[in-house]
């Protein structure tokens, strides 16, 4: 992983992204979101996360977060975690229609990958960008929220289920976040 991304301040928020390897349309079922839901949920709990912003999209998630703890590991964990989980899920879904199709991609990616033993969901990084001005923090907070706009999945931003824009209206969201001000 290059230099330029990497979690160096434990003060601050950071813009990150992590993408299901081949762009695979995995998250248009509820079942798999919930796993991700989960895992948040774990480790804002267990880990001191701090969720600031975040939308699921059906191929990638986009979030702001921070923590005092190590964010590099907090990553790390979380997305070894939810590969082991949203794998376990895909093979036992019984309306998977996509199942043999989605494990031999991750099959493929994991064998032509040293760091994995058998399968890999994940693209391999999440490249950081820390967040040091209002500037940047609001583009990020606009880009989150509007990608389910965007890719025309709604017409308003706080309508989409999966996301914190809910949140920054004055609803209450899927999950606790620490808003941004």
Same mark, same amino acid.
């Given at each position: 992983m290059?230099r330029? +991304?990497?979690?160096?301040?434990?003060?601050?928020?950071?813009?990150?992204t992590?993408?299901?390897?081949?762009?695979?349309?995995?998250?248009?079922?509820?079942?798999?979101?919930t796993?991700?839901?989960?895992?948040?949920? +774990?480790?804002q709990?267990?880990k001191? &996360? #701090?969720?600031?912003?975040?939308?699921?999209?059906?191929?990638?998630?986009h979030?702001? /977060?921070? @923590?005092? =703890?190590d964010l590099?590991? /907090?990553? $790390?964990?979380m997305?070894?975690?939810?590969? $082991?989980k &949203?794998?376990?899920? *895909?093979?036992?879904h019984? $309306?998977? @229609?996509r199942k043999k199709?989605?494990?031999d991609?991750?099959a493929?990616?994991g064998?032509?990958?040293g760091? #994995?033993?058998?399968?890999q969901?994940?693209?391999?990084?999440?490249?950081?960008?820390?967040?040091?001005? #209002?500037? *940047? *923090? =609001?583009?990020?907070?606009?880009? *989150?929220?509007? #990608?389910?706009?965007?890719?025309s999945?709604v017409?308003v931003?706080?309508?989409?289920?999966? @996301?914190?824009?809910?949140?920054?209206?004055?609803?209450?969201?899927?999950?606790?976040?620490? &808003?941004?001000?």
């Amino acid at each position: 992983m290059s230099r330029k +991304y990497k979690f160096r301040n434990p003060d601050a928020l950071y813009f990150v992204t992590y993408t299901v390897v081949n762009w695979i349309d995995l998250f248009i079922r509820t079942e798999y979101i919930t796993v991700m839901i989960d895992s948040w949920e +774990y480790c804002q709990k267990h880990k001191s &996360l #701090n969720i600031h912003a975040w939308v699921i999209m059906t191929s990638h998630v986009h979030m702001i /977060i921070s @923590s005092k =703890n190590d964010l590099s590991g /907090i990553m $790390r964990d979380m997305k070894s975690n939810t590969s $082991r989980k &949203l794998r376990s899920e *895909i093979i036992n879904h019984p $309306r998977e @229609s996509r199942k043999k199709w989605i494990l031999d991609m991750m099959a493929k990616a994991g064998m032509g990958n040293g760091n #994995n033993n058998d399968f890999q969901l994940w693209q391999q990084n999440n490249h950081p960008i820390e967040l040091f001005n #209002n500037f *940047i *923090i =609001n583009q990020k907070l606009n880009y *989150i929220h509007y #990608n389910p706009v965007k890719a025309s999945m709604v017409h308003v931003a706080e309508h989409y289920p999966y @996301s914190s824009a809910k949140d920054y209206c004055g609803e209450k969201g899927m999950l606790d976040i620490v &808003l941004i001000y």
